[in-house]
């Protein structure tokens, strides 16, 4: 099993409903989201945080190694 960081700033959108028409208006505060999981476990937690969150960036890394002279640390 692969595992995966990623780590996201997103928004909060307030849908508000005026003149029969939805809008969507932006909150001033972001929040940035740190999480570790599997490729699946990420895309689920990712559908359910764009319900309510415009995401403004997103960086994902497979797995992460160091290297230091002839050790190598994964």
Known sequence: MKWFDLVLSAYHVVKEQSNSYLQNKTK???????????????????????????????????IIGLSRSEKTVK
């Open 28 to 62: 001033g505060a972001s929040s940035a989201f740190f999480i570790t999981g599997t490729s699946e476990k990420l895309e689920l937690c990712l559908s359910s945080i764009r319900e309510t969150c415009n995401i403004v960036e997103m960086v994902r890394s497979g």
